[in-house]
């Protein structure tokens, strides 16, 4: 079973701005994310023509009871402001989306 959300961030949104910077290695400790990238660091990424494809390392293991830590997470994000988040719990989804949305 795969858990999908999606969400009209925007009406555009800068990808290459998004990975660079929501997504990007070498946060400071004060970045709101730095803990989660801390537990749950990007695996790989691939970029489309309107979009860029991020898949996250599997949820700790003191993480949600409902997320195996086998499931593979992906975060899509397109151009023209969708974000569709797979296998993420609705926690982390928030904060990505709240640091998204700063590239709108």
């Given at each position: 079973r795969?858990r999908?959300r999606s969400?009209?961030?925007a009406?555009?949104i800068d990808?290459?701005a998004v990975?660079s ?6 946060m ?8 989660f990238f801390?537990?749950s660091p990007?695996i790989r990424?691939?970029f489309?023509r ?5 898949q996250?390392s ?9 997320l195996s830590p ?12 969708s ?11 928030s ?9 709108a």
């Amino acid at each position: 079973r795969i858990r999908v959300r999606s969400v009209q961030a925007a009406s555009s949104i800068d990808v290459v701005a998004v990975l660079s910077k929501v997504f990007g290695g070498g946060m400071p400790r004060s970045h709101p994310l730095a803990d989660f990238f801390a537990t749950s660091p990007i695996i790989r990424h691939v970029f489309g023509r309107t979009n860029v494809i991020i898949q996250l390392s599997p949820p700790p293991a003191n993480g949600l009871p409902s997320l195996s830590p086998s499931v593979p997470r992906y975060v899509a994000i397109y151009r023209f402001g969708s974000v569709v988040f797979f296998n993420i719990s609705t926690k982390e989804a928030s904060r990505l989306l709240e640091q998204i949305k700063k590239h709108a």
